[in-house]
């Protein structure tokens, strides 16, 4: 059953997010070489990277990034995952080991392959810690209801199209990718995010209308939420 940690403000969302994943990587890092961490965008993560970025017991030169997903727009865009962790948290680190980014430069079908070619070169577990957000409709990462990248078993990144008035193509970690992972954790503020935490962690319901539950077969999942 994942561990819910409610929040009262910004304040306490970012502190206590930060010092739990500080604390993940910290003892991660007593028994492996480096790590391997996936990233969302989005908003609320952002105070969350800003304060890893400044935590000097972290050794970034020993940790691999990697992004959970990204908005098909150009690198430079203010829509660019990408571009928001770097803003946050790369460019304020000293000696990141790398961070693997999608390159929006290559068509979308061909960009997906890249990065799953990427990676399947991995071992396993593929990632050391997922971190993820939940979406006023359910989705997490760019896994929006009732899109097929939901059933993908195989491929580990997909092309998907955020639904809504203004579409937009994405790409995405499928839950094969996210769930072969030591640890996730979730950071959601905003209150509007409620009723989808209620489907999400109530009984019923289904991943194609709440694709968040695709992921709750996971034995390590922490939340953070905060209004
Ligand atoms: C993205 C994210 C996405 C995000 C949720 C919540 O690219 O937007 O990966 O899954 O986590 O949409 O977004 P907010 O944190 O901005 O509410």
Redesign the pocket.
């Known amino acids: 059953m994942p561990i819910l940690h409610k929040t009262e403000n910004e304040a306490e969302f970012v502190n206590s997010a930060a010092g739990s994943i500080r604390d993940f990587i910290v003892g991660a890092l007593r028994g492996k070489k480096t790590l391997r961490i996936a990233l ?7 105070p969350v990277y800003a304060a890893l970025a400044a935590d000097k017991q972290i050794d970034w030169s020993r940790v691999h990034l990697f992004l ?4 098909y727009v150009p690198l430079n865009s203010n829509e660019s ?1 990408y571009g928001k962790i770097e803003k946050t948290l790369v460019s304020r680190v000293k000696n990141l080991r790398r961070f693997y980014h999608m390159n929006t430069r290559e068509e979308p079908a061909k960009l997906a392959s890249l990065y799953d070619a990427l990676l399947k070169q991995q071992d396993s577990p593929l990632f050391d810690l997922v971190i ?5 409709d359910g ?5 929006f209801p009732h899109s097929a990248a939901l059933l993908e078993k195989r491929r580990l990144v997909a092309v998907t199209q ?1 639904p809504g008035p203004d579409p937009q193509t ?1 790409l ?1 970690l499928t839950f094969p990718a996210l769930l072969d992972s030591a640890k996730i954790i979730f ?4 209150k ?2 409620e009723p989808a935490l209620a489907r999400w962690l109530g009984e019923g319901g289904t991943v194609d209308e709440t694709p968040a539950k695709g992921v709750l077969s996971h034995p390590d999942i922490e939340i953070f939420t905060a209004p």
């Open positions: 969302s965008g989005g908003e609320s993560p952002l959970a997903d990204e908005r995952n993820l957000g939940l979406g006023a989705h997490t990462a760019s896994l955020k994405r995405t950071l959601i503020r905003g509007e995010k």
